[in-house]
């Protein structure tokens, strides 16, 4: 392996691979000896494995050695390191020029104990990975920053602390930079000066670190114009004007990940320039504004994620342009507006659109007549908006639907058999505080299993939906104000579900509660309150953790 062949995760690989390719020329004075061709070929071949297969130089086996002797490795992956060929060690591949170390590869290692500086003698280091490891809260080594040929460095998840050392903005021929904490030990920046002179970077994580204090983050990562992905999501990034950079020349970039980090700014001009940007998240960002027209000039855009902002005004008409989304979240913000108007002009064009999730917003509007082209569709959430109308028996023609949740809006209608016909693949269904009334045979097998089923406040009852004993990986069930009358049948606390919450209250539920629900071992809370169940409490699974059987006719004390 040479220095130029090192290949990096995520990163295409280069067709143009190196070959070893030979020319024998024969002189015509060879005459008929066969063995004399024999001996030639074999001197070649024996010449080019002499160069591909260059001896590891001692110095930097010396260095391994001390690295491994001060590391702890509970998994044993270092169990190969041992003899005088150090380039044949697991996760170590040198140059087969040179036999210089390039590649240190103990990504998922899970190592922990002390870095020995010994490590600092590997300089031709290309490739650096420690991802995935704990060395308890001890800062960055300095010496990473020595590695002047370093082009990828991965040390993620590994458990550092402290203060990013300045000294790797000395690594200036990086384009891979991961330091993205897993929480469990605080990595601070006191500044990004450093950040800005790793000109040659193409891809920076540094979500999860504490850069509160870094103001210049913006300017600094505006230096970087070869960047391609940007993640700062969960950064603590101090309240930044996303506004304050007029000319930008990170222009190249196609992921931005900002997510979780309170900027106080509206959304920033600049944005609607990158035309190469396919993944945009800005999720509670303490974002206010409108979402502007200027939005459709991303036509390369898969995510967008503006989630958990205040941002107003309608959803933008542009985004009819915006054909290759896969994945859009507008929820908790304060969009207004005509949903059905604006989603059969949005919609038509993305045939490629699996998640929608426009919840708890102010969006009017109805259901029908926008959602049947939506074929990809596997997530729909447009619950706590003010949506009229009916639930049309179109739905049923989103045949990849895995979640539906419309609740908390102002919806009517009967729904049967037909809206769920074809939804075998539906997980979730949530259609809870509408005005729903579920009217479905008695016999009906439906074509799905749930795992969550939230139909409070709809009319489900008199009697408790006996199909809900097909549904054998259900979780949650909550059928609270849904007009049951009578006693819950024997089933529901015996069949083979993992069913970790039920709610039933606010009924005319009569009856006892029997003894065999103590058997209900993956149960966590039971709510039946405000019915008029009598008898006395039985013993509870030791599972449980949320009970109220309030407002009852009940006897004896709680388990």
Same mark, same amino acid.
């Given at each position: 392996?040479?220095?130029?062949?090192?290949?990096?995760?995520?990163?295409?690989?280069?067709?143009?691979?190196?070959?070893?390719?030979?020319?024998?020329?024969?002189?015509?004075?060879?005459?008929?000896?066969?063995?004399?061709?024999?001996?030639?070929?074999?001197? @070649?071949?024996?010449?080019?494995?002499?160069?591909?297969?260059?001896?590891?130089?001692?110095?930097?086996?010396? %260095?391994?050695?001390?690295?491994?002797?001060?590391?702890?490795?509970?998994?044993?992956?270092?169990?190969?390191?041992?003899?005088?060929?150090?380039?044949?060690?697991?996760?170590?591949?040198?140059?087969?020029?040179?036999?210089?170390?390039?590649?240190?590869?103990?990504?998922?290692?899970?190592?922990?104990?002390?870095?020995?500086?010994?490590?600092?003698?590997?300089?031709?280091?290309?490739?650096?990975?420690?991802?995935?490891?704990?060395?308890?809260?001890?800062?960055?080594?300095?010496?990473?920053?020595?590695?002047?040929?370093?082009?990828?460095?991965?040390?993620?998840?590994?458990?550092?602390?402290? &203060?990013?050392?300045?000294?790797?903005?000395?690594?200036?021929?990086?384009?891979?930079?991961?330091?993205?904490?897993?929480?469990?030990?605080?990595? &601070?920046?006191?500044?990004?000066?450093?950040?800005?002179?790793?000109?040659?970077?193409?891809?920076?994580?540094?979500?999860?670190?504490?850069?509160?204090?870094?103001?210049?983050?913006?300017?600094?990562?505006?230096?970087?114009?070869?960047?391609?992905?940007?993640?700062?999501?969960?950064?603590?990034?101090?309240?930044?004007?996303?506004?304050?950079?007029?000319?930008?020349?990170?222009?190249?970039?196609?992921?931005?990940?900002?997510?979780?980090?309170?900027?106080?700014?509206?959304?920033?001009?600049?944005?609607?320039?990158?035309?190469?940007?396919?993944?945009?998240?800005?999720?509670?960002?303490?974002?206010?504004?409108?979402?502007?027209?200027?939005?459709?000039?991303?036509?390369?855009?898969?995510?967008?994620?503006?989630?958990?902002?205040?941002?107003?005004? %309608?959803?933008?008409?542009?985004?009819?342009?915006?054909?290759?989304?896969?994945?859009?979240?507008?929820?908790?913000?304060?969009?207004?507006?005509?949903?059905?108007?604006?989603?059969?002009?949005?919609?038509?064009?993305?045939?490629?659109?699996?998640?929608?999730?426009?919840?708890?917003?102010?969006?009017?509007?109805?259901?029908?007549?926008?959602?049947?082209?939506?074929?990809?569709?596997?997530?729909?959430?447009?619950?706590?908006?003010?949506?009229?109308?009916?639930?049309?028996?179109?739905?049923?023609?989103?045949?990849?639907?895995?979640?539906?949740?419309?609740? !908390?809006?102002?919806?009517?209608?009967?729904?049967?058999? @037909?809206?769920?016909?074809?939804?075998?693949?539906?997980?979730?269904?949530?259609?809870?505080?509408?005005? !729903?009334?579920?009217?479905?045979?008695?016999?009906?097998?439906?074509? !799905?299993?749930?795992?969550?089923?939230?139909?409070?406040?709809?009319?489900?009852?008199?009697?408790?939906?006996?199909?809900?004993?097909?549904?054998?990986?259900?979780?949650?069930?909550?059928?609270?104000?849904?007009?049951?009358?009578?006693?819950?049948?024997?089933?529901?606390?015996?069949?083979?579900?993992?069913?970790?919450?039920?709610?039933?209250?606010?009924?005319?539920?009569?009856?006892?509660?029997?003894?065999?629900?103590?058997?209900?071992?993956?149960?966590?809370?039971?709510?039946?309150?405000?019915?008029?169940?009598?008898?006395?409490?039985?013993?509870?699974?030791?599972?449980?953790?949320?009970?109220?059987?309030?407002?009852?006719?009940?006897?004896?004390?709680?388990?």
């Amino acid at each position: 392996m040479n220095e130029q062949d090192v290949d990096f995760p995520g990163k295409r690989r280069s067709i143009y691979e190196s070959k070893y390719k030979s020319k024998l020329i024969l002189s015509t004075n060879m005459g008929n000896t066969m063995n004399g061709l024999l001996m030639a070929l074999a001197l @070649l071949c024996l010449t080019i494995n002499f160069r591909e297969i260059a001896a590891c130089i001692s110095t930097e086996r010396d %260095a391994l050695v001390a690295f491994n002797t001060s590391i702890k490795d509970p998994d044993g992956r270092l169990h190969s390191w041992h003899g005088e060929n150090c380039c044949s060690w697991s996760g170590v591949s040198c140059s087969k020029k040179t036999g210089h170390v390039i590649k240190l590869d103990l990504g998922e290692y899970t190592l922990n104990g002390q870095i020995n500086p010994s490590l600092s003698g590997l300089t031709r280091l290309v490739y650096l990975n420690l991802s995935q490891s704990d060395f308890g809260g001890v800062p960055i080594p300095e010496f990473i920053g020595c590695f002047k040929m370093l082009r990828y460095l991965d040390i993620s998840h590994a458990g550092f602390g402290g &203060t990013v050392p300045p000294q790797l903005g000395n690594l200036s021929r990086l384009s891979f930079l991961d330091l993205s904490s897993s929480g469990s030990h605080v990595i &601070t920046a006191d500044d990004f000066q450093w950040v800005s002179k790793l000109t040659s970077l193409r891809y920076l994580d540094l979500s999860w670190l504490y850069l509160a204090a870094s103001v210049d983050w913006l300017q600094a990562v505006n230096m970087l114009h070869l960047l391609e992905v940007l993640r700062l999501n969960d950064a603590s990034l101090p309240a930044t004007d996303l506004n304050s950079v007029s000319q930008i020349n990170f222009t190249a970039l196609k992921v931005i990940d900002l997510k979780n980090n309170e900027l106080n700014s509206s959304l920033p001009d600049w944005i609607w320039n990158l035309s190469s940007l396919s993944d945009l998240d800005l999720s509670s960002c303490e974002l206010s504004g409108r979402i502007p027209d200027e939005l459709g000039k991303l036509a390369a855009l898969q995510f967008i994620g503006l989630g958990n902002n205040k941002l107003n005004g %309608a959803i933008p008409r542009s985004m009819s342009r915006l054909c290759n989304l896969v994945h859009i979240d507008l929820s908790r913000n304060i969009l207004s507006g005509n949903l059905s108007e604006a989603a059969r002009s949005m919609f038509p064009c993305m045939k490629k659109l699996q998640i929608l999730n426009l919840a708890d917003n102010k969006l009017t509007g109805q259901l029908s007549g926008w959602h049947e082209h939506m074929a990809s569709l596997e997530v729909l959430d447009l619950s706590e908006n003010s949506l009229s109308g009916v639930l049309p028996t179109s739905i049923s023609r989103l045949l990849n639907l895995t979640y539906l949740d419309i609740s !908390f809006n102002k919806l009517i209608g009967e729904l049967s058999e @037909l809206h769920f016909t074809n939804l075998s693949r539906l997980d979730a269904l949530v259609l809870a505080s509408n005005s !729903f009334k579920v009217v479905v045979k008695h016999s009906w097998f439906p074509p !799905f299993q749930l795992t969550k089923l939230g139909l409070h406040g709809c009319l489900v009852g008199p009697q408790f939906p006996t199909w809900l004993q097909s549904q054998t990986r259900i979780k949650m069930i909550d059928l609270g104000s849904a007009g049951i009358r009578g006693a819950l049948p024997d089933w529901i606390w015996n069949f083979s579900s993992p069913m970790a919450s039920l709610n039933v209250s606010m009924n005319n539920i009569t009856g006892e509660l029997p003894a065999s629900l103590v058997r209900s071992k993956m149960l966590i809370t039971l709510n039946i309150r405000h019915n008029q169940l009598e008898g006395y409490i039985p013993d509870m699974p030791n599972s449980v953790r949320v009970l109220d059987l309030s407002h009852n006719n009940l006897s004896g004390s709680l388990p």
